[in-house]
């Protein structure tokens, strides 16, 4: 049809997984690094999650930037995440864990000590990324949590 011009606007599979992977309007506790691990508290508000206590577990998801205490941010509960603040060199191909000696951080390696919770938040990618895959947590020396 010559002459005929109709401008079609569509969304795409790309655009739809984007937004259902990111929850926004998370109120943060704390100051949250880009790609840190986090978990929802008592109050709704997220914070670091650390494997050492059952009070700062389990993770829900990854912040996808950094968020100053008090203020909102997006949390990445599936799919990929690039963060410069990752350094996963030596671990491409495993899985990652949420650390229990350091607050929001993930490790290419399970906590190892009695009492300890070990989650998996996804597979390390690249030295920069991970798929984020939400996995159960168990506690060592006790089973599932």
């Known amino acids: 049809m010559q002459g ?9 599979p790309e655009e739809i997984a984007e ?24 109050s709704g508000y997220i914070a670091r999650a650390r494997a050492n206590a059952s ?12 968020i100053a205490s008090g203020q909102q941010g997006a949390v990445v509960f ?3 995440k690039y963060s410069s603040n990752y350094n996963f060199s030596g671990f491409v191909g495993l899985n990652a864990y949420v650390s229990a000696a350091t607050a929001g951080a993930m ?12 989650q998996q938040v996804g597979v390390i ?19 599932s949590l």
């Open 4 to 12: 005929y011009n109709r401008q079609v606007r569509s969304i795409g």
């Open 19 to 42: 937004a259902r992977r990111r929850l926004g309007a998370f109120r943060s506790q704390d100051t949250i690094a880009d790609g840190d691990a986090v978990y929802v508290n008592a």
């Open 55 to 66: 009070g700062t577990m389990h993770a829900v998801g990854v912040a996808d930037q950094a």
């Open 78 to 80: 599936a799919g990929h």
């Open 107 to 118: 490790l290419g390696t399970q906590p190892t000590a009695s009492g300890q919770i070990v």
């Open 125 to 143: 990618t690249g030295r920069q990324t991970i798929q984020v895959s939400i996995g159960g947590a168990f506690q060592k020396g006790q089973g």
